[in-house]
């Protein structure tokens, strides 16, 4: 039996996962380190086979055609006074401005990411190699801000189990590694994970297998091989959110195509020869709503509102727990739908014929999702465009049909100009304000836990949606031929007879595709149940609790790990998409009171809490004798093994 590594007798934590959450959560200790512990010993076990900042999916070697969905300004890893924590602010620059302190020469970056830095404004949206490099640099300025008796070393392998009682030390198992870390509080900051396939994705790539077909399931684009998706060859798409986007980079640009731009600023796709030809529906039918390219003047909407603190508050107290479609929903509805009506009276009073006093009382009084919300909006906006439907806004093609395929292309040509023009004219600002309430709802339902994948589908189809540009582009592979539409409520059968994949929609009744490739073009949801990771898998065998939804369960108020008696375990927490309290990205929009900040604080704060009481019983290990800022670990004299690269 292998005897743990005495990783000293100071105090330790090891956070799994070295992404941007665990970076979120290094930054908030250093932060919170010097009101909570003083300058008591501390190390500071960073675990992740991918480097520090980026992690797994923001890492550096991916294709530089790829994008982020947020433009540079609204993208930051810092808090701000917005943000409702019992920590302190540590400002810091977002990516645009990041990006400006490295034309000033105020920051040094990699030269190859010059011409990326100098071209990068506030509106524009930057490479994901960008962001690594961003994230990189959050990294080690928060690693620098920590107190000089705190440690952080630095493991470039996976952690596969986390063992120990509830009232000692953790053992924290890495790959490869006979001994364990020994950690008095663990910390998994996992982010996306793969997933074994479920049932319906398990007989489709079974049918694959025996028919010598392609079936490429669901899984972080960036990380899938496309070698085997053939030019020419049709491949059937279901998925139409960033993930497709991301596939549809790859599989033309990504293949040797190229963009022109005409005079009346029209593109037009030029093919290389081999690119596949995409055939994508989803149950929507249409792409994500492109971002909103301009910003809000004015007063925003002064939400939360009608789904606040308050509402949260009874909604938890209620008896017999809560409903998310008949508790949840509708006061969600109340809410966006006042913020949408309070940028339509005070920014657009000429296209409404009441009283903004007078609308906002009756609005107040009718109750959430109730037929008095619907009379009176149509009673005070003219014009139904003008109007908030959010259940109709999730099926915008609903009952619509086209007599053939090609009818179906212009239709869904025209849905998405549409959407383009509309997102991109201030005169819709509503929408804008409508995505403002969105990020407020997003924040008050940390509290409650996760409430399934519909939720989290709806508000990414509405608030995380990708750029202008990319929709321009998928217009002119439209054009092209490359792309081609499904339509809603997609359907893929596997056809035994002829041993290939079959889709259609009830767009074009009757109208079936056939191809030799299928790729599912989504994440794989998040669940304790099927995932692959070992660590995860073993939490859950050894009685960590999962929700309905296969999410691990966690305290809402500081992400330690509940079991399944609904106990907090005192030395292991969790925070991410992969828990019931999954908040949105780990960096966030300056100025909107991001949840993932909130959480981080909230933990930094438990977790030194917790250290402060041991700190004062241990005896300080020698002082540290080796400084390598480069690689930021410095290793203990009790630990040869720190260093563990």
Do not use: C
């Not at 010598?212 to 496309?226: E, K, N, Q, W």
């Not at 009756?362 to 009673?379: H, K, M, Q, T």
Request: glycine letters at 10%; charged letters at 25%.
């Amino acid at each position: 039996m292998s005897r743990p590594v005495n990783n000293s007798v100071r105090p330790s934590v090891v956070i799994v996962g070295a992404g941007p959450r665990g970076t979120g959560l290094i930054e908030r200790i250093a932060a919170n380190a010097p009101e909570l512990y003083g300058d008591a010993p501390l190390d500071l076990h960073l675990v992740d086979p991918h480097p520090p900042g980026g992690g797994r999916i923001w890492r550096r070697d991916q294709s530089p055609l790829l994008w982020m969905n947020s433009t540079a300004e609204d993208v930051t890893m810092f808090t701000d006074e917005s943000v409702e924590q019992a920590g302190p602010v540590r400002p810091g620059p977002s990516l645009a401005e990041w990006a400006a302190a490295v034309r000033a020469g105020e920051i040094a970056v990699d030269p190859g990411l010059a011409e990326a830095v100098a071209a990068l404004g506030p509106r524009d949206f930057a490479g994901r190699r960008l962001q690594s490099a961003y994230l990189s640099w959050v990294y080690e300025r928060s690693v620098a801000s920590l107190p000089p008796s705190v440690a952080v070393h630095e493991h470039r392998r996976p952690a596969v189990r986390v063992s120990g009682s509830r009232a000692g030390r953790q053992q924290v198992w890495l790959a490869g590694r006979p001994a364990p870390l020994l950690a008095d509080l663990v910390v998994l900051a996992l982010g996306h994970l793969e997933s074994e396939l479920p049932p319906e994705q398990q007989e489709l790539s079974d049918f694959a297998a025996r028919h010598g077909l392609v079936h490429l399931p669901p899984a972080f684009t960036a990380d899938s091989d496309l070698s085997a998706l053939r030019p020419g060859e049709p491949v059937l798409v279901r998925g139409f959110g960033l993930a497709f986007v991301d596939l549809m980079v790859l599989l033309t640009e990504g293949r040797g195509g190229r963009y022109v731009e005409g005079a009346d600023g029209q593109l037009t796709y030029r093919p290389s020869g081999r690119e596949p030809v995409l055939h994508v529906g989803s149950r929507r039918g249409v792409p994500y709503h492109s971002k909103i390219g301009y910003e809000l003047s004015g007063e925003r909407p002064p939400v939360p509102r009608f789904f606040g603190p308050a509402q949260v508050d009874e909604l938890l107290a209620r008896p017999g727990g809560v409903d998310f479609r008949r508790d949840v929903w509708p006061l969600i509805g109340k809410e966006l739908g006042f913020a949408h009506y309070h940028r339509l009276f005070t920014a657009h009073p000429e296209r409404t014929r009441m009283n903004w006093a007078d609308f906002e009382e009756e609005y107040a009084a009718a109750d959430p999702g109730s037929p008095a919300l619907g009379a009176l909006a149509g009673a005070a906006v003219p014009d139904p465009a003008d109007r908030l439907d959010p259940d109709a806004l999730d099926h915008p093609l609903a009952g619509v049909r086209y007599p053939d395929g090609e009818a179906l292309q212009e239709g869904l040509r025209g849905w998405i100009e549409a959407d383009l023009a509309r997102r991109h004219d201030p005169a819709h600002s509503p929408d804008l304000a409508v995505f403002l309430a969105l990020l407020s709802v997003y924040g008050q339902l940390v509290r409650i836990g996760d409430r399934g994948p519909w939720w989290h589908g709806f508000f990414s189809y509405l608030a995380s949606g990708p750029p202008g540009p990319r929709l321009r582009q998928l217009l002119a592979l439209s054009r092209a031929g490359v792309v081609r539409f499904l339509g809603a409520g997609t359907t893929v059968t596997a056809d035994e007879r002829r041993g290939v994949f079959r889709a259609g929609s009830a767009a074009v009744p009757g109208e079936w595709v056939a191809a030799r490739a299928l790729v599912e073009a989504r994440l794989p949801e998040p669940t304790v149940e099927r995932t692959r990771d070992p660590l995860l898998r073993a939490l859950y065998a050894d009685g960590a609790a999962a929700t309905p939804a296969g999410l691990l369960a966690v305290d809402p108020a500081d992400a330690r790990i509940l079991d399944r008696a609904g106990r907090p375990h005192p030395r292991r927490f969790a925070l991410g998409p992969h828990t019931d309290a999954r908040s949105g990205g780990a960096f966030a929009r300056p100025r909107t009171n991001a949840p993932a900040f909130r959480q981080n604080d909230a933990t930094a704060r438990a977790l030194l809490t917790f250290l402060r009481a041991r700190a004062t019983r241990t005896v300080p290990a020698s002082p540290r004798t080796v400084t390598v800022p480069a690689a930021r670990t410095a290793p203990t004299p009790e630990d040869s093994h720190a260093a563990d690269h």
